[in-house]
RNA sequence: GGUGCUAUCGUCUAGCGGUUAGGACAAAAGAUUCUCAAUCUUUAAACCGGGGUUCGAUUCCCCGUAGCACUACCA
């Protein structure tokens, strides 16, 4: 029988949501889609010291605009999930570990029961100490007997000293020499000897909380959850949880792991952290991120500009790979191809470029309609009063200018000659197009396109056309002149698109202004 | 140091014993155009090294090397 599949999405509230972490949310809302499954939400903060606020909601924001729906859990949200239903779903909770404790007692009570963890008291500065005497120091069955735990002293004396309030933890007790199976299904069976695993601390008296792993696997375990897709940071640790399942007699309901790859710089060598997009320049953060305690703030992706659909795009392809050569693909495309056994093994190099290519993609594919709206707040933001101009003009110029940029952001420096005459002349293109007879050329057009009254594009090609041949000035000469009148630079769209949207009177002002100021 | 994972163009990757080793980003060149882009065409660019297995290895195995991760009362 198969069993339901149910994934968890699984941070810790310490700070933005980190790219990778994205990623991570990505691939098992992909797999949960596909397979009909849950997707849920659990807010891992079992370490209270590190607890930053709003980082929750910041997270649930990050999804949402992404496009990656929560059916459970801390945040729910998306299609046919709303009010009751949602609700409805929720019973495996809460999904806050701070508020599990309770729970977490009755299990830590019963590793200790059954002889599967003891109680420790040594503190940090004995630890240290230890560390210091034993080379390669760690806390197992070669060592516990020399520590100060309930292995090693009388059951009074451990009551005793809780009773007065000392402060313990409860550590795992690691049976030594035992090879551990691990299967993944990325990596396949890996295997790790149980002596390289210390006595983990599954919960400290201190704050009263578990550790992650403790945590990890009683929650998992309680909200049925049957694939755990996480960071390849946790390798290492997924012998640990296997056994920890094992002792609590869990094993046959012990969910399925996958590892992902993880994301490294793209130079050098290293994952990727928050540091690599300050020093070069992009962000590592889906949402801007304002740092409450250091008042840092840390660019997002949604801020850059980004569609959430590129970011999706492109993340999902950094470690996924179908066999074919498709490289867009929607959401719903994305739920339809993605799987497991195509994930890649090693770690891939964050390729900013690329990503801006996708956003160019999503941005080409975009209605000009849309664009337009995103437009109009950036044409008002350099002064420029947009209710003068119909929505299908300025649907129109972002349709010309869209080919030529990443970003929405972009398009102000690439076209606001349609909005604002220019002020100054671009000096290399003067150098380079604006010749001795120039001026001459730019009266004698001024004088024709004066009397002209049809002034589409069409008609004005039909006028200046045959008057350069005629004259035989050299088309490149004349219209490049023409171009840095009005646009104050060699660039731009095709000639006639500019003065078809300027008009007559603008056009012939502008070259007038530029026969003043050029000379 | 120990343990584990990984290894194809600069980057993301396709390849699942026999291929002119394919695609995309980035780069370069050309075409086109009144300019700048876009676009199209083209070019350059890779199987980490050494052993096996095999008629034949980029592909399977081992070793080495390198990179990464983990090695906390952090996740």
Same mark, same amino acid.
């Given at each position: 029988?198969?069993?339901?599949?149910?994934?968890?999405?699984? !941070?810790?509230?310490?700070?933005?949501?980190?790219?990778?972490?994205?990623?991570?949310?990505?691939?098992?809302?992909?797999?949960?889609?596909?397979?009909?499954?849950?997707?849920? =939400?659990?807010?891992?903060?079992?370490?209270?010291?590190? @607890?930053?606020?709003?980082?929750?909601?910041?997270?649930?924001?990050?999804?949402?605009?992404?496009?990656?729906?929560?059916?459970?859990?801390?945040?729910?949200?998306?299609?046919?999930?709303?009010?009751? %239903?949602?609700?409805?779903?929720?019973?495996?909770?809460?999904?806050?570990?701070?508020?599990?404790?309770?729970?977490?007692?009755?299990?830590?009570?019963?590793?200790?029961?059954?002889?599967?963890?003891?109680?420790?008291?040594?503190?940090?500065?004995?630890?240290?100490?230890?560390?210091?005497?034993?080379?390669?120091?760690? *806390?197992?069955?070669?060592?516990?007997?020399?520590?100060? #735990?309930?292995?090693?002293?009388?059951?009074?004396?451990?009551?005793?000293?809780?009773?007065?309030?000392?402060? *313990?933890?409860?550590?795992?007790?690691?049976? !030594?020499?035992?090879?551990?199976?691990?299967?993944?299904?990325?990596?396949?069976?890996?295997?790790?000897?149980? #002596?390289?695993?210390?006595?983990?601390?599954?919960?400290?008296?201190?704050?009263?909380?578990?550790?992650?792993?403790?945590?990890?696997?009683?929650?998992?375990?309680? $909200?049925?959850?049957?694939?755990?897709?996480?960071?390849?940071?946790?390798?290492?640790?997924?012998?640990?949880?296997?056994?920890?399942?094992?002792? @609590?007699?869990?094993?046959?309901? $012990?969910?399925?792991?996958?590892?992902?790859?993880? /994301?490294?710089?793209?130079?050098? #060598?290293?994952?990727?952290?928050?540091?690599?997009?300050?020093?070069?320049?992009?962000?590592?953060? !889906?949402?801007?991120?304002?740092?409450?305690?250091?008042?840092?703030?840390?660019?997002?992706?949604?801020?850059?500009?980004?569609?959430?659909?590129?970011?999706?795009?492109?993340?999902?392809?950094?470690?996924?790979?179908?066999?074919?050569?498709?490289?867009?693909?929607?959401?719903?495309?994305?739920?339809?191809?993605?799987? /497991?056994?195509?994930?890649?093994?090693?770690?891939? %190099?964050?390729?900013?470029?690329?990503?801006?290519? @996708?956003?160019?993609? *999503?941005?080409?594919?975009?209605?000009?309609?849309?664009?337009?709206?995103?437009?109009?707040?950036?044409?008002?933001?350099?002064?420029?009063?947009?209710?003068?101009?119909?929505?299908?003009?300025?649907?129109?110029?972002?349709?010309?200018?869209?080919?030529?940029?990443?970003?929405?952001?972009? /398009?102000?420096?690439?076209?606001?000659?349609?909005?604002?005459?220019?002020?100054?002349?671009?000096?290399?293109? =003067?150098?380079?197009?604006?010749?001795?007879?120039?001026?001459?050329? $730019?009266?004698?057009?001024?004088?024709?396109?004066?009397?002209?009254?049809?002034?589409?594009?069409?008609?004005?090609?039909?006028?200046?056309m045959p008057w350069i041949a005629e004259k035989e000035y050299g088309v490149g000469l004349v219209m490049n002149a023409f171009r840095i009148c009005l646009v104050g630079a060699a660039r731009g769209p095709h000639?006639?698109?500019?003065?078809?949207?300027?008009?007559?009177?603008?056009?012939?002002r502008r070259v007038k202004a530029a026969l003043e100021k050029i000379g």
């Open positions: 029988m198969e069993r339901r599949v149910r994934v968890r999405f699984a !941070p810790s509230p310490t700070g933005a949501l980190h790219i990778g972490g994205v990623r991570t949310a990505l691939y098992n809302y992909l797999f949960a889609r596909q397979h009909g499954g849950d997707m849920l =939400l659990r807010i891992e903060d079992t370490d209270s010291t590190r @607890f930053v606020p709003g980082a929750e909601e910041y997270i649930i924001e990050a999804l949402q605009w992404l496009g990656i729906e929560i059916d459970e859990g801390i945040g729910v949200w998306g299609k046919g999930l709303k009010g009751e %239903k949602a609700n409805g779903l929720n019973i495996h909770g809460p999904y806050r570990q701070s508020e599990r404790r309770e729970i977490y007692h009755k299990y830590v009570k019963q590793l200790l029961d059954s002889g599967n963890a003891y109680i420790a008291f040594d503190t940090h500065e004995e630890l240290e100490q230890k560390r210091n005497e034993i080379k390669n120091f760690q *806390y197992d069955a070669s060592t516990r007997m020399l520590m100060h #735990n309930s292995l090693t002293m009388p059951a009074e004396e451990v009551e005793r000293r809780i009773k007065d309030g000392e402060q *313990y933890v409860v550590r795992f007790k690691i049976t !030594p020499n035992e090879d551990v199976h691990v299967h993944d299904l990325i990596r396949g069976e890996v295997v790790i000897n149980s #002596n390289i695993l210390d006595d983990k601390v599954l919960y400290k008296s201190a704050d009263d909380l578990p550790t992650y792993h403790l945590a990890n696997i009683v929650d998992d375990h309680l $909200m049925e959850v049957s694939h755990v897709i996480r960071g390849e940071e946790w390798l290492p640790s997924a012998p640990l949880h296997v056994l920890l399942y094992r002792a @609590f007699g869990w094993e046959d309901s $012990m969910p399925e792991f996958a590892h992902l790859p993880l /994301l490294l710089k793209p130079d050098g #060598n290293g994952k990727l952290s928050k540091r690599d997009g300050d020093r070069l320049g992009f962000p590592v953060f !889906p949402l801007e991120f304002h740092d409450q305690k250091t008042g840092a703030v840390s660019s997002g992706y949604r801020e850059s500009g980004y569609y959430p659909e590129a970011v999706i795009n492109f993340l999902a392809l950094l470690g996924w790979h179908q066999t074919g050569d498709k490289e867009i693909y929607s959401m719903e495309e994305l739920i339809q191809d993605f799987s /497991l056994d195509r994930v890649s093994k090693s770690g891939a %190099k964050f390729d900013y470029e690329k990503g801006k290519w @996708f956003n160019h993609q *999503y941005l080409m594919m975009r209605d000009n309609s849309l664009i337009a709206k995103e437009f109009i707040p950036i044409l008002e933001a350099h002064g420029v009063a947009t209710n003068i101009y119909p929505m299908p003009t300025i649907e129109h110029i972002v349709g010309l200018m869209k080919e030529r940029v990443n970003f929405v952001s972009e /398009l102000w420096e690439q076209c606001n000659f349609f909005f604002t005459a220019p002020e100054e002349y671009d000096e290399k293109s =003067l150098k380079k197009r604006w010749k001795e007879d120039s001026p001459r050329h $730019m009266k004698e057009m001024l004088a024709l396109l004066e009397q002209q009254d049809d002034w589409s594009a069409e008609a004005l090609d039909n006028l200046i000639i006639w698109e500019i003065t078809d949207v300027l008009g007559k009177e603008e056009t012939l």
